[in-house]
């Protein structure tokens, strides 16, 4: 190995600074750069992470009022099976109610009119040559030929709820 003839070190000194100078400013700047890189790096991750988070925020909102109306679509359906089997329920009293007084005519004084009545009536229709007789639910029956009236109680009071069912209607709007 050879030694530097002497004096070289203060020869030398300002390479050396130089050198040391040159390696200070590339660390600086390499140093620099990393921290420019590590801030695009932060600031691009905090965009993303700010629109996931917005994101998120649309998708739940939307999510909650999906499930909002899903939920209020299902409380409606579960009203209205509610409301029509009330209402089923009041028409079935109503019907039946109105079955049980026309059997109770059979009992009224005014029956045997009722049927009188009830036989000119199957007469006028039918015609004069008609079978009438009296049908065991009360009221009559009537045929000529292949034709066939029925004018017993229950038919009788089929026909007047039937005729009146607007009116039934009308009171579930109100």
């Given at each position: 190995m050879s030694r530097l003839p002497s004096g070289s070190d203060t020869a030398l000194e300002p390479v050396r600074y130089a050198l040391r100078r040159g390696a200070e400013t590339d660390a600086r700047g390499t140093a620099e750069g990393a921290r420019q890189q590590?801030?695009?790096?932060?600031?691009?991750?905090?965009?993303?992470?700010?629109?996931?988070?917005?994101?998120?925020?649309?998708?739940?909102?939307?999510?909650?009022?999906?499930?909002?109306?899903?939920r209020s679509a299902r409380i409606r359906r579960e009203g209205r099976r509610t409301v029509l089997a009330q209402q089923e329920a009041l028409r079935t009293e109503l019907n039946r109610q109105v079955l049980e007084q026309a059997r109770g005519l059979r009992s009224d004084p005014r029956y045997p009119q009722m049927l009188?009545?009830?036989?000119?009536?199957?007469?006028?229709?039918?015609?004069?040559?008609?079978?009438?007789?009296?049908?065991?639910?009360?009221?009559?029956?009537?045929?000529?030929?292949?034709?066939?009236?029925?004018?017993?109680?229950?038919?009788?009071?089929?026909?007047?709820?039937e005729r009146h069912s607007g009116e039934v209607q009308r009171l579930w709007a109100q």
């Open positions: 590590a801030e695009q790096i932060l600031a691009a991750a905090r965009d993303e992470a700010e629109q996931i988070r917005r994101t998120a925020e649309q998708q739940g909102r939307e999510a909650a009022r999906a499930e909002a109306a899903g009188r009545r009830l036989t000119d009536r199957a007469d006028r229709i039918l015609g004069p040559m008609a079978s009438v007789t009296e049908s065991y639910k009360g009221g009559i029956t009537g045929t000529a030929g292949s034709r066939h009236l029925d004018l017993s109680l229950p038919a009788l009071a089929e026909q007047a709820l």
